[in-house]
């Protein structure tokens, strides 16, 4: 605790009319974000919120409210998606989903593991996955609208990542490792550093 100097009496307010007035007409400034940022607020385990995360397994079912009772609004077929905690209660976390839908799933069905869908607001486009971080790099590979990507690590501007092919029998194929511009990934922050 610091020094506040000799007590006040109880009865003399901390802030004169003026500075309360001057105060209620900023803080409502300090506040406000900058275009393109988002709030950040900390869960119980100071976690911030919102963030991303990835589904464990599947099938995952996603309810339209915290817990059981609730209806099943969908359902993950694939494991390693991508989804954004928007909310928390108890050990039920609200995700949402590249195209907007919003639902709740039990926490020990996510994991803090980084995925990210490639340009999925994109239709029918290629993107290409780079040799390294530089738009004059070697293409490695072309991944269409919505592949998905395991993410190792971004700078704010590219993330490096590895990109599997899916076989249709449900197996894994050639795997590419490479970058990707950050704002092409849906899964991660625009600027974001990890």
Not at 8 to 14: G, I, R, S, Y
Not at 26 to 36: E, R
Not at 63 to 80: C, E, H, L, S, T
Request: charged residues 25%; aromatic residues 10%.
């Amino acid at each position: 605790m610091f020094p506040l100097g000799p007590l006040a009496p109880m009865n003399k307010p901390l802030l004169s009319r003026r500075h309360a007035l001057r105060l209620a007409l900023l803080l409502p400034a300090a506040l406000a974000l900058p275009s393109g940022a988002r709030a950040v607020e900390k869960n119980e385990d100071g976690l911030p919120l919102p963030r991303f995360a990835s589904t464990r397994s599947a099938p995952i079912n996603v309810r339209v409210g915290p817990g059981q009772k609730y209806d099943i609004a969908w359902i993950y077929n694939r494991p390693d998606m991508p989804v954004e905690i928007t909310a928390e209660f108890d050990i039920w976390r609200k995700v949402r989903d590249f195209d907007g839908s919003e639902g709740w799933i039990q926490q020990n069905l996510l994991s803090g593991a980084r995925t990210g869908l490639v340009a999925p607001w994109k239709q029918d486009t290629e993107t290409p996955l780079l040799a390294s971080a530089n738009d004059k790099a070697a293409v490695r590979a072309y991944l269409g609208s919505g592949f998905r990507v395991d993410i190792k690590r971004c700078d704010g501007s590219w993330c490096e990542v590895t990109a599997t092919a899916e076989l249709p029998d449900g197996g894994r194929g050639a795997s590419y490792s490479g970058f990707l511009k950050q704002a092409d990934i849906w899964g991660v922050y625009e600027g974001e550093v990890f």
